[in-house]
């Protein structure tokens, strides 16, 4: 039985980092998986954030989320879209593509 929020946290990474390009960038990524929980704003049960930002220009930033009245939808700066979920892993794939492309390659797994 989940108790709170806090139960279907799949993870939350964060940290500062150097980019080869030379910015300077926080992270912020957290997922939840509600079981048994299908909706356009959740699909596969996913409520997701996730956020790259330039430490120096909070305004300069990738973010990816969901949530209740919201399906998936990424911002670039301040111009929002909204794009057709086809699976976590996509999901997670664009939104690096997208990161790298902006500020360029870190290794946020280190």
Not at 10 to 22: A, D, H, I, M, S
Not at 37 to 47: K, N
Not at 51 to 73: A, E, S
Request: hydrophobic share 35%.
């Amino acid at each position: 039985m989940i108790k709170s929020v806090d139960d279907c946290l799949v993870y939350n990474r964060q940290g500062t980092f150097l980019t080869e390009k030379g910015y300077l960038v926080g992270l912020r990524m957290r997922l939840w998986q509600f079981p048994n929980f299908q909706a356009v704003d959740f699909p596969e049960g996913y409520q997701f954030k996730w956020i790259v930002f330039n430490l120096f220009n909070k305004k300069d930033q990738i973010l990816f989320d969901n949530h209740p009245g919201k399906p998936p939808h990424y911002h670039i700066d301040e111009q929002q879209e909204f794009f057709k979920w086809k699976s976590l892993v996509e999901t997670e794939k664009m939104f690096w593509q997208m990161v790298y492309h902006k500020f360029g390659y870190f290794n946020y797994e280190q």
